[in-house]
């Protein structure tokens, strides 16, 4: 039994010896138990590398007939060096190969190209984003650069505006003082007679001196009279630049005048003052005119204090020489005369000096008189213990210009009159001259706020600065005191009134600058960016009064030549979001605006449509496209209206929320609008209603009001609901604009939607229907599913893929 066992294994064997050598494909394997072991071994330590993953995957694949092993070894050959190189040349001869070639060249080139353009729009978005961010540091900084040279500049980072996009500022409380209050209603007045082209024969600078005097305050009165002063000079013309004209002999020697005018009377009602003050010990007597005055003041001032060193005598018990001073000190130069007529014949050339003086104040004396006084001064009066004679003698024959007069000049206003009086037009001698820009240039550079103490005595400074016709850094000076920044505000205002003051070419320029074409030390006062920075308190609570302030700048423009006061006004309306304050509102009936508050300002330069439609693209540019829309309805623009509600609407006319109700609202009254301007038809238009009635599709949808929902797409004439249709709404897809073509996958999923729960609805009524019913009801809903697939496939519009997975699934679901 067991050879027969044996006999049956060894026939087994040799069949299978014969099997294995007669199968080429795989070649017979001889190994010992070693190499066999050896094998195991190496297999064994393989699967400990890799892990049972690895051995799971090989199996997985092998049973699929894939060679792991030999897919990943392909894989690493595998280079994307050459994808995006220029393809080879080659013959021509290749007509199969040249096209081939040159369709890889115009998929090549064209990623090259859309590569290069995503990368240039990249880069000018950055800069564009970077320059505009520059632009409101260097605002920033320009704000901050007003103070003097002398001291630190404040960059203090102000507290950022919140955003645009947050909410609208709506007008509230007003900020403005009972002083602010009282100069705005001063400016509102003045305004209107402009609006009216009845201008005030009042200057704007007598009108605000007379709200000043309602404030109590002597030192802001006397500022006021200032002004009042020195702008009382013949008219200036508006086309001629105001610092060219101040550089005129003409104008310079009214200012002059003007200056010297207003510290005489000054000092003329300071000695009355004090010699009110002491009655008995001036003893003037009842007599009126400046002769006694000076007199009783003169017995005060000398009073009790050493007089000697005063030379050539007394008149009525009073010294000569400060007689004779104060009397032109005062500005009574008659009064003088009559002093040195009393003292006798001793000076006769010096009254004859001085009845020229009176007859000609503005001009130098005669060759022969001046010849005469400067012997005399270099003999006799230079070397005198008088210092009023010598005082005298600077001020009729502008003797020794260099001298200071101390022991005469004991305050500002004194040395400023000497000085002043000492300026004199001298063709023939100006080295020994001393002029009026030397006399600005030692008061503004050489002794400057310093020397004044200008924070502790604004009054002093603002009135050396203002006297002397440096009216810009006389403003600039009170806009850096909080106390008197409004009154410097509106001294500008009165100034540019009259054509006074100087201001750049560049309203972006510092609050005070510099002209290389203008005479040292003059410079020029940056009004729009006094006001801006003044108005930035109130205008948004005050936007009334903010754009009266504005009315101002309707001369000046902008960098790009804009007119400054509309875009002040279109920064206000960006600001603020109350359009129809600004603007007035859109009557949908009758296509009429009503009156909003920029209609006042209205004339041939200032239009508010204009300025309506800068604020509407500045809206668009920041995304505000809700606000853009009120405020192209407001411009007259209906098709941007129309465009942009398209675009937003398209973007949620299949969901909620509230964009879409405050959209539903502002849709009825663009219907209006549409109605009573009666647009032609247009692709536009047509977008509009459909895109209006999709909104209503939607809300009947998720209102599963699905027969109302068809009648409503049917209607709308987007999507083909027969198979008649398919190539009117193919060819209408064609021509359609972007907003509805963007809205069109969110239709054919909820009419997807609508048809499968048709046919639910019918799976469960059919027992309840006759067959006829029933199989005619299914078969127009498969072929409202075949239709919906041949429009989807045949549109120019490559939608989502899950809407053409939707759409399939829905025709197989059908059957």
């Known amino acids: 039994m067991a050879d027969e066992d044996f006999s049956k294994l060894l026939q087994q064997a040799e069949q299978l010896t014969t099997e294995i050598e007669g199968n080429e494909e795989l070649p017979r394997v001889e190994r010992s138990l070693g190499q066999v072991l050896e094998a195991s071994h190496e297999l064994y330590s393989r699967v400990i590398q890799s892990g049972a993953n690895d051995i799971q995957a090989h199996l997985l694949f092998g049973s699929k007939g894939i060679d792991l092993q030999q897919i990943s070894q392909k894989l690493e050959t595998l280079s994307s060096k050459r994808t995006f190189e220029p393809l080879q040349p080659i013959a021509d001869s290749d007509i199969e190969s040249f096209l081939k070639n040159e369709r890889e060249n115009a998929i090549l080139s064209l990623i090259d190209e859309v590569n290069k353009n995503s990368l240039q729009t990249t880069e000018d978005q950055k800069w564009e984003h970077m320059l505009s961010e520059w632009n409101k540091e260097k605002i920033k900084l320009m704000n901050a650069m007003i103070g003097p040279s002398q001291n630190w500049l404040d960059l203090k980072r102000a507290p950022e505006q919140p955003s645009i996009a947050d909410a609208p500022k709506k007008f509230g409380h ?15 007045l003045y305004n209107k007679l402009v609006f009216q082209g009845a201008k005030s024969k009042t200057a704007l600078c007598q009108k605000f001196s007379q709200v000043a005097e309602e404030f109590n305050d002597p030192k802001v009165k006397e500022m006021w009279e200032i002004i009042k002063t020195m702008a009382n000079i013949p008219a200036l013309v508006r086309d001629e630049d105001p610092l060219k004209a101040r550089g005129n002999p003409t104008i310079q020697q009214c200012l002059i005048s003007q200056g010297k005018k207003y510290l005489e009377r000054r000092y003329k009602q300071y000695m009355s003052d004090v010699v009110r003050a002491n009655p008995g010990a001036a003893m003037r007597g009842g007599e009126p005119g400046t002769f006694p005055l000076v007199r009783g003041f003169v017995g005060l001032r000398l009073q009790g204090q050493n007089t000697q060193g005063l030379t050539d005598g007394v008149i009525d018990d009073r010294p000569l020489w400060p007689m004779v001073y104060y009397c032109l000190r005062s500005g009574d130069a008659n009064a003088a005369l009559h002093c040195l007529r009393k003292a006798g014949r001793d000076h006769e050339e010096f009254i004859a000096a001085l009845e020229e003086y009176i007859r000609e104040p503005e001009k130098p004396l005669s060759d022969k008189l001046q010849t005469a006084i400067n012997f005399q001064y270099r003999i006799q009066v230079r070397n005198s213990t008088d210092p009023y004679k010598r005082a005298v003698y600077s001020v009729i024959g502008c003797c020794d210009v260099s001298d200071e007069h101390s022991e005469v000049a004991r305050t500002a206003d004194d040395y400023l009159w000497l000085k002043l009086s000492i300026i004199k037009t001298r063709p023939n001698n100006e080295s020994e001259s001393f002029s009026y820009s030397d006399l600005q240039k030692m008061i503004l550079e050489e002794y400057g706020e310093t020397h004044y103490h200008a924070y502790e005595k604004p009054l002093v400074y603002f009135q050396v600065l203002t006297l002397t016709g440096q009216f810009e850094p006389a403003i600039e000076f009170l806009s850096r005191i909080p106390r008197y920044q409004v009154h410097g505000v509106h001294m500008a205002l009165a100034l540019h009134d009259v054509y006074m003051l100087g201001t750049p070419r560049n309203v972006q320029a510092p609050l005070l600058s510099v002209d290389t074409d203008d005479p040292i030390p003059l410079r020029r006062l940056n009004l729009a960016r006094l006001i801006l920075l003044y108005v930035r308190k109130f205008e948004l609570s005050d936007p009334s009064d903010a754009l009266h302030y504005y009315f101002f700048l309707r001369n000046l423009k902008d960098p790009s030549g804009k007119n400054l006061f509309m875009c002040c006004c279109t920064d206000l309306s960006l600001e603020s979001r109350d359009y129809e304050l600004l603007f007035g509102r859109m009557d949908p009936a009758t296509g009429l605006r009503s009156t909003g508050l920029l209609d006042q300002f209205n004339n041939p330069n200032i239009d508010n449509t204009v300025i309506a439609l800068n604020v509407a693209e500045q809206l668009v540019n920041k995304g505000l496209f809700e606000d853009a829309i009120i405020v192209y309805d407001i411009a007259g623009n209906l098709e ?31 219907a209006r609008r549409l109605r009573s301007e009666e647009l032609p038809s247009s692709h536009l238009v047509d977008a509009y209603n459909k895109l209006c009635k999709l909104m209503t599709f939607f809300d009947q949808f998720h209102a599963e009001n699905y027969e109302g929902a068809l009648e409503t797409i049917r209607a709308c004439e987007l999507v083909p609901l027969s198979s008649d249709e398919v190539s009117a709404r193919v060819a209408g897809a064609r021509n359609a604009r972007g907003e509805l073509l963007r ?34 009801q299914l078969e127009w809903l498969r072929e409202q599913a075949e239709v919906l697939n041949t429009f989807a496939g045949n549109i120019a519009y490559r939608m989502p893929g899950d809407t053409y997975s939707q759409l399939a699934q829905m025709q197989v679901l059908m059957h």
């Open 640 to 670: 941007k209206v129309l465009e942009l509600f398209c675009v937003l609407l398209a973007q949620v006319v299949s969901s909620g929320g509230a964009l879409r109700e405050r959209l539903r609202s502002l849709s009825e009254h663009v």
């Open 174 to 188: 007003s900020m403005l003082d009972n002083i602010e209050a009282a100069y705005a209603r001063q400016v509102q």
């Open 743 to 776: 809205a069109l996958p969110a239709v054919l999923r909820a009419l997807c939607h609508i048809l499968l729960a048709m046919r639910q609805k019918l799976r469960t009524a059919q027992p309840t229907l006759s067959a006829h019913t029933a199989n005619k």
